[in-house]
């Protein structure tokens, strides 16, 4: 389904790269909050509106899939390392030390795979709002006396007027982004702990020999 950003990605695009031209040709004004946003970004505003637009929550939908399926493996896994058998002796006891690591293990990447499903959807929900947010900065300056000037000088030329015009529709489109960004890098500081690595530990047990006597390594 459509959302408001894609209802006004056509006019979005049209601005936003007029307002490029503008800001290639004349530069903004000296001072212009535009510039440190220029500076950080380094992109401008019409390649941020498109990058934005480009982004698409759905593309975090497979993820759901692929972990469900590797929770029900690992759960599968858990299943069957559970029947541990009744034989018994010094070769069962090492093989239930190794079943019970190993159990440990999978139930780790488990609790991996849950992570992983988690901030795929938060990933997911960062786009949405990224593009409502983007959505209503263009809506915004869609109706503005900056864009009717910025409109207004690609067909009479750029002349001084024009460029405070467009280096404001600029920032403002610039400052969304950057505000975005900005929840986008701290994102993955939530999961790093819950995505890391999980390395298997075998037990310090022994290998046990076909006669029950140890295996010296």
Do not use: F, K, N
Not at 85 to 102: I, K, M, N, T, V
Not at 111 to 131: F, K, P, Q, S
Not at 132 to 144: F, K, M, N, P, Q
């Amino acid at each position: 389904m459509d959302d408001v950003l894609d209802q006004l990605a056509e006019p979005a695009v049209e601005l936003s790269g007029r307002v490029d031209d503008v800001l290639a040709a004349a530069g903004a004004p000296a001072g212009h909050r535009i510039w440190p946003l220029l500076r950080r970004l380094r992109v401008l505003p019409g390649d941020a509106v498109q990058a934005v637009i480009e982004l698409r929550p759905g593309a975090m939908a497979g993820a759901e899939q692929v972990t469900g399926d590797l929770r029900r493996a690992y759960e599968e896994v858990r299943a069957t390392l559970a029947e541990g058998g009744s034989w018994q002796g010094p070769a069962a006891e090492a093989y239930a030390a190794h079943r019970s690591a190993l159990t440990e293990h999978v139930a780790g990447l488990t609790g991996r795979v849950d992570a992983t499903a988690a901030y795929a959807e938060a990933v997911a929900y960062w786009i949405a709002d990224t593009r409502r947010a983007l959505a209503r900065t263009v809506g915004d300056v869609l109706g503005s006396a900056e864009a009717v000037a910025v409109v207004t000088a690609a067909r009479a030329g750029v002349g001084p007027s024009v460029v405070p015009a467009a280096a404001e529709i600029g920032a403002r489109i610039l400052a969304t982004v950057a505000e975005a960004y900005d929840r986008a890098e701290v994102l993955p500081q939530r999961w790093v702990a819950e995505l890391e690595v999980l390395a298997h530990r075998p037990p310090d047990a022994p290998a046990m020999g076909p006669g029950g006597g140890r295996i010296v390594l």
